[in-house]
């Protein structure tokens, strides 16, 4: 079946950096797109970035846009999120996500990793 794992999360001062990345299992992984999503407490679970299945077309969230970077390597099936310059809004936990070319939905969904942003 299909597995997204997260790893990366953690505790970063604000301004620091992190590196989320999620790796896919049991899926042709290049059939997919893959998202990052965040769910901060209290709050509904929002985009975040995602990634064509070639890694050519990318799309972000205003308010990370310049500051995350999502990427991906078809060769190990793996989709990273390079975040940097981190403020304390971005406390969250995040989540991987994959969906298949022929779908607006994201039927696959990793764990999440906590992602904490002290002042």
């Known amino acids: 079946q299909v597995q997204l794992v997260e790893s990366g999360g953690g505790l970063v001062q604000a301004g620091g950096s992190l590196r989320l990345s999620c790796a896919a299992s049991?899926?042709?992984?290049?059939?997919?797109?893959m998202g990052w999503f965040r769910q901060a407490p209290g709050k509904e679970r929002e985009f975040v970035a995602r990634?064509?299945?070639?890694?050519?077309?990318?799309y972000y969230l205003d308010s990370v846009k310049g500051r995350f970077t999502i990427s991906r390597d078809n060769a190990k099936n793996t989709v990273a999120l390079q975040m940097n310059n981190l403020s304390p809004e971005d406390t969250a936990v995040y989540y991987c996500a994959a969906r298949p070319g022929s779908r607006i939905d994201y039927p696959y969904w990793g764990q999440g990793t906590q992602v904490t942003v002290s002042s």
């Open positions: 990634i064509s299945w070639s890694g050519t077309i990318t």
């Open positions: 049991g899926l042709t992984f290049t059939d997919y797109t």
